[in-house]
Structure formats: C-alpha cells, structure tokens
C-alpha cells in the first residue's frame, strides 16, 4: 500500500469522487435556486394579476355608478363622457402601475437568485482536474515518503 504509484492512484481517486459529490451539489443547489425563483415570479405574477382584475372590476363598478347618476339626474353629453373617460383613464393607469410594480417584484428575484448562484462554489472542468492531479502528486509523493522511512528506497 506505500508504493508511490498505488498513493497516486488513491489520493487523486478519492479528489475525483470528492469532486464528483461537490458537483451533486452545486447541480442540486442550482435546480433549488431556480425553482425558488420560479414560485416567486409565479406568485408575483398571480398576485399582479388578481390585483389588475380587482381594479379593473371596481373601475366596471365605478363607471356604472356614474352612468346610473347621469342617467337619474337627468345629465347627459360631454361632461359625461369626460367624467367616464377619466374614470377609464384612472383604472388604466393604476393597472399599468401594477404591472409596473410585478416586473419590479421579478427584477428584484432576478437579482436574488443571480446572488445565489454566485454564492455557489462551482468549480470548472480545469480547476478539478488540478485538483486532482494536485492530490495524486502528494499521494506519490507521501508514497516515497513512507518508502524512504521504511529504507526501502
């Protein structure tokens, strides 16, 4: 077991496999932040969107009130229709102002999960390949080591 090439072989064999779990992580980090992401722009984006649809049921409600107020008082023409065309005004505008307020909400997750993938420890094909030869030259190294203790050498 002290011979130098059968070190070698071990040392760097047990970096690969080291290696090899490091990268089932990182994967399985990866896949948890991106469905972490995921749930958070579905939700904002079905929050967004009940938002919008209440908004745009109270401006329905709104302009039907103003119709049955003309219509009962008698009023009818311009003025009116200015009052209807602002009311239609102030629901679109607070819908676009809400689905302002989403793509924000997602920028905002973008970021967090761009963040979170780089707080994750991933190393390329070269650096684990160094790595592992690193290994394998001390284990041939601590090989001659126990051989020359032994005076085999």
Known sequence: MCEPVTMAIVTGGAKAIQAWGQRQTTKAKFGALAEQREAQNEEIAAKASQSMGERVKQGRAERARLRVAAGEGG???????????DAAFQEESDVDRIGTGAKFE???????????????????MLETGLGIA???AGGYSTGLQIQKAKGII
């Open 75 to 85: 009023v009818s023409g311009q003025s009116v229709n200015a009052v209807m065309m």
């Open 106 to 124: 997602q920028r905002a997750s973008e970021a967090r999960f761009k963040s979170g993938l780089a707080s994750v420890k991933n190393p390329g």
């Open 134 to 136: 690193v290994a394998a």
